[in-house]
């Protein structure tokens, strides 16, 4: 957990984070948000406020930088010289708040579509005004600024074959429109486009109550829903100041980890169709299906399963569960080997993934790029090792790294990651404690059924809980887990009643996307295809 640690000058902005960076080494800008006080119970400076959260080279030290905007102005400098990361982070918090970023390459909308009017989430926004784009974005305001760049004329430009790919299409792995510039079968400049599934998450947990918001986090990385869950749920208990029992904190991460195996099968399984080979894709996919079996069964869906609680979980293990699971774990070891087998010493695999969309390391930290693209640049970076947490340091399993940060890297990180995930659900199964899956915790915790039917207390609480929500304490939090993808992080403002004044989510697809367009320029459009598949961008993540 983290609250604000500076709150500075908002002229000091960039020479007190110039010198954090350079003097504390603190190289990832992890997120950038505003927080709108217009409504807040306290009186404050101003109305927005700008929260900068960094993390340190170190990967276990993290620092958060609070600074008023004057309201006259809403400008402050854009640190975008210093961090490649700031640069989707500002124009999303200029799209959804109206604040200006000074010296920024291309403050423009990134979620919301152009012709949208206003700044919905400002307090101030009607919740209910919908506004419907009539017309498409050509994109040449970023597209031929970026060509001039790279020394093109305006008579070259013109012999440029111009691209889209997407947002309709398969090889985009979600609504992402790639507009190309190609010079034959080579992209010479990418524009990335996204906001096609932009479905208001942040607006939305404003106007419910904590517990209420669990279900909007499975629709995040839908490929690996309870992660979101446990990474909402683990920032609002923080929050609270509560820890959650033994047995709950094991069973979060059985599941969790069983997520992260799925979200890896489908990522590994995708990629290898884009390759052509579709038999990998049914030996990957046949494990996957009996884990959504398995979850089906315990949480009562199948892809988008609503399964913790603040302060727990919503059921226990049902019985049978642990010959379920050996079952799905055993099916996926099998798989990941039959799948391998076909691919480690096929020449045309190795061809096709080896030295294409090669990231670096100092690449990936200057975009903020965490999770398994970051490790298979040879980065061993996992919050579970650098900032433990539910006891994940008692638990004997690696890092996986990769050495180059190509496609080949990223996709062999993913399958020994599961069989790590494998080893700690093996571990986690053996040392699995007896006991409560819920805090005991009136305020938090909707009481039994027989106490809600039983006496005069039980009844009143439940009305409180389901109408009032969970009073967190008044305050402004960072927390952050390691989700299938890298750092899922929540930024929240509690104003002391039953629903969030703000929810800010640090998706880890953000900020890998932002750089897609960098990685694939310079190579062929097919690898780019291969490129993105093996980057795992998820739309609902970075669309929100």
Same mark, same amino acid.
């Given at each position: 957990m983290l609250k604000c640690d500076l709150l500075i000058d908002s002229k000091d902005i960039k020479s007190t984070i110039s010198k954090l960076k350079n003097e504390k080494d603190y190289t990832i800008l992890l997120d950038i948000t505003i927080i709108d006080y217009l409504k807040f119970p306290d009186i404050t400076p101003s109305r927005f406020a700008v929260v900068y959260i960094l993390r340190d080279a170190s990967f276990k030290n993290q620092i958060s930088i609070k600074t008023y905007i004057d309201d006259n102005t809403l400008e402050v400098d854009s640190l975008c010289?210093?961090?490649? /990361?700031?640069?989707?982070?500002?124009?999303?918090?200029?799209?959804?708040? &109206?604040?200006?970023?000074?010296?920024? #390459?291309?403050?423009?909308?990134?979620?919301?579509?152009?012709?949208?009017? &206003?700044?919905?989430?400002?307090?101030?926004?009607?919740?209910?005004?919908?506004?419907? $784009?009539?017309?498409?974005?050509?994109?040449?305001?970023?597209?031929?600024p970026l060509l001039k760049q790279k020394g093109y004329t305006p008579e070259d430009i013109d012999d440029l074959m111009l691209l889209n790919v997407g947002?309709?299409?398969?090889?985009?792995?979600?609504?992402?429109?790639?507009?190309v510039?190609?010079?034959?079968?080579?992209?010479? !400049? $990418?524009?990335?486009?996204?906001?096609?599934?932009?479905?208001?998450?942040?607006? /939305? $947990?404003?106007?419910?109550?904590?517990?209420?918001?669990? #279900?909007?986090?499975?629709?995040?990385?839908? $490929?690996?829903?309870?992660?979101?869950?446990?990474?909402?749920?683990? !920032?609002?208990?923080e929050m609270l100041n509560i820890d959650i029992t033994a047995r709950a904190k094991m069973i979060r991460?059985?599941? &969790?980890?069983?997520?992260?195996?799925?979200?890896?099968?489908?990522?590994?399984?995708?990629?290898?169709?884009?390759?052509?080979?579709?038999?990998?894709?049914?030996?990957?996919?046949? #494990?996957?299906?009996?884990?959504?079996?398995?979850?089906?069964?315990?949480?009562?869906?199948?892809?988008?399963?609503?399964y913790t609680r603040i302060g727990g979980l919503e059921?226990?293990?049902?019985?049978?569960?642990?010959?379920?699971? !050996?079952?799905?774990?055993?099916?996926?070891?099998?798989?990941?080997?039959? !799948?391998?087998s076909l691919i480690a010493h096929n020449k045309i695999f190795l061809d096709r993934t080896q030295d294409v969309g090669v990231i670096k390391a100092d690449f990936a930290l200057q975009h903020g790029i965490t999770g398994p693209n970051l490790r298979a640049t040879g980065i061993a970076h996992d919050l579970r090792k650098d900032k433990p947490y539910y006891g994940y340091e008692n638990f004997d399993f690696d890092i996986v790294i990769g050495s180059h940060g190509d496609v080949y890297d990223r996709m062999m990180c993913r399958f020994e990651e599961m069989r790590q995930s494998i080893k700690i659900i093996r571990q986690a199964m053996k040392e699995l404690p007896s006991g409560a899956i819920n805090v005991n915790a009136p305020?938090?915790?909707? #009481?039994?059924?027989?106490?809600?039917y039983g006496n005069i207390e039980g009844l009143m609480n439940q009305f409180k809980l389901t109408f009032e929500g969970i009073k967190v304490p008044k305050g402004e939090y960072y927390s952050s887990t390691e989700a299938a993808n890298g750092e899922l992080g929540f930024f929240i403002v509690s104003d002391g009643s039953g629903k969030p004044y703000k929810v800010k989510c640090r998706p880890p697809c953000f900020y890998s996307l932002a750089a897609f367009s960098k990685i694939v320029e310079g190579g062929m459009l097919a690898d780019a295809v291969v490129t993105m598949a093996s980057m795992n961008f998820i739309a609902g993540e970075f669309d929100r």
């Open positions: 010289y210093l961090y490649s /990361a700031a640069n989707w982070a500002e124009r999303e918090a200029y799209d959804q708040y &109206g604040i200006r970023f000074k010296g920024h #390459p291309n403050l423009k909308r990134v979620l919301n579509h152009h012709q949208f009017v &206003g700044h919905p989430l400002r307090k101030d926004y009607e919740i209910t005004k919908g506004q419907i $784009c009539t017309h498409t974005e050509d994109l040449m305001d970023e597209m031929n947002p309709s299409h398969p090889a985009s792995h979600g609504t992402i429109r790639n507009f510039a190609m010079e034959g079968e080579t992209i010479t !400049a $990418c524009v990335t486009e996204i906001g096609y599934l932009h479905r208001g998450f942040e607006k /939305a $947990c404003e106007n419910h109550t904590y517990s209420q918001v669990i #279900p909007y986090t499975d629709r995040l990385n839908y $490929c690996s829903a309870i992660l979101n869950n446990i990474g909402y749920s683990k !920032a609002v208990e991460i059985i599941i &969790g980890e069983l997520s992260r195996i799925i979200d890896h099968l489908v990522c590994n399984a995708a990629n290898m169709v884009d390759l052509g080979g579709l038999t990998n894709f049914w030996y990957l996919f046949a #494990p996957r299906d009996m884990a959504y079996d398995l979850l089906s069964k315990l949480t009562g869906a199948r892809l988008t399963n609503t059921f226990d293990l049902y019985k049978g569960f642990d010959e379920d699971l !050996a079952n799905v774990l055993k099916e996926t070891e099998i798989a990941i080997d039959d !799948a391998l305020g938090i915790l909707l #009481p039994s059924k027989k106490d809600v």
